[in-house]
């Protein structure tokens, strides 16, 4: 018997508030939870690490307010993180969520996450076995061979998912290659074919939908936040704690080039500048990932939070 949930009777869907960094999905998403006694659940594959608060742009205690937030700070820096242990703890708090009779308000900027989420997907292989040996070969090879070459591989074995994941995001890039390997179809060929459980629950996802230079300028904006509050000390911490390079806590732009600043081969602007141009390639990404999903994702104009968020609830009516 398939679990009802009397919130649902209110709401037909529950809102995921997406979009590329600095577009203002959490303040939106806040309000969202303010005006409908809502609950915020975290889709920011960053934001997962306790510890590393102004680089991946988390809302401050003041922000939050007395909004449950879930999905934030819950594994030390280093620790892997996939999407199927993403999905596997989110559901289940999503269902608490329901079950309480709150509205789950999900929020971040992570595709494969939101992705997920929408259309159920599964990411688990079916041959666990042959895709941890395929990573293991392949992870002897990117040191033997270097991650550029490796990722001009995934270029050419699967151009879609190349397009998704960023050349250093070493991790995924293996993800990815070892699906190939393992299972003789491509990472992206293997996602469209696990839409196949369908959905958990009814979501509907939203995107703020900013004119390009507008977004470019809020992000140059907000770099300089950043170091501001702190993020130069931020990155000495994760530094200080002798992470794994390679781990994906490194990926989060921000950290990686303040860490060439910390190891003195950059002045602070000149990584404050790479920061801005990495962020501004990342939302790009973030851009054309929502778009590829066309008519699932629902556009709102800029606006401010409180009216966005009566606009979004009653889309989700």
């Known amino acids: 018997m398939v679990k009802t949930y009397p919130i649902l ?25 303010r005006e409908a006694g809502g609950e915020l659940v ?16 988390k809302d401050s205690r003041e922000e939050i307010g007395d909004v449950p937030h879930y ?12 999407v199927y242990d993403y999905v596997s703890t989110a559901l289940p708090i999503i269902g608490d969520i329901l079950g309480r009779g ?23 292989t079916g041959d666990e076995k042959a895709e941890q040996e395929a990573t293991l070969e392949l992870e002897k090879e990117l040191e033997r061979i270097g991650p550029d070459a490796l990722y001009e591989r995934l270029v050419q074995e699967d151009p879609e998912a190349a397009e998704l994941i960023h050349p250093n995001n070493t991790r995924r890039v293996i993800r990815a290659l070892a699906v190939h390997k393992a299972l003789g179809i491509t990472f992206s060929e ?22 390009r ?13 950043m170091v501001e509050n702190g993020l130069v000390e931020e990155a000495k911490m994760l530094k200080s704690l002798n992470v ?30 790479r920061i801005r141009i990495g962020t501004r390639h990342y939302a790009k990404r973030q851009l054309t990932w929502l778009r590829g ?17 009566k606009i979004v609830l009653e889309l989700c009516k």
Do not use: H
């Open 42 to 57: 975290c889709a920011d594959s960053m934001q997962i690490y306790r510890g590393l608060d102004i680089g991946t742009a």
């Open 102 to 124: 709150r509205l789950p308000v999900i929020c971040g900027g992570t595709g494969q996450y939101i992705s997920s989420l929408l259309y159920g997907l599964d990411y688990g």
């Open 293 to 309: 999903m066309g008519d699932d994702v629902t556009r709102i104009e800029p606006a401010d939070p409180a009216v966005n968020a």
């Open 9 to 33: 009777e209110k709401y037909s869907f529950i809102p995921i508030i997406a979009g590329p960094t600095a577009s203002g999905k959490s303040a939106l998403a806040l309000e969202i939870c």
């Open 71 to 82: 999905l934030t700070d819950i594994v030390d820096p280093g620790t892997d993180f996939s």
């Open 190 to 211: 293997k996602n469209k074919k696990s839409k196949t459980a369908g959905p958990a629950f009814p979501f509907k996802v939203f995107m703020i939908d900013w004119d």
């Open 244 to 273: 794994d390079r390679t781990s994906t806590c490194w990926q989060a732009i921000g950290y990686k080039e303040m860490l060439r600043f910390l190891d003195g081969e950059e002045t602070l602007e000149q990584a404050c500048d």
């Open 213 to 225: 230079e507008i977004l470019y300028d809020r992000i140059n904006r907000r770099v300089g936040v």
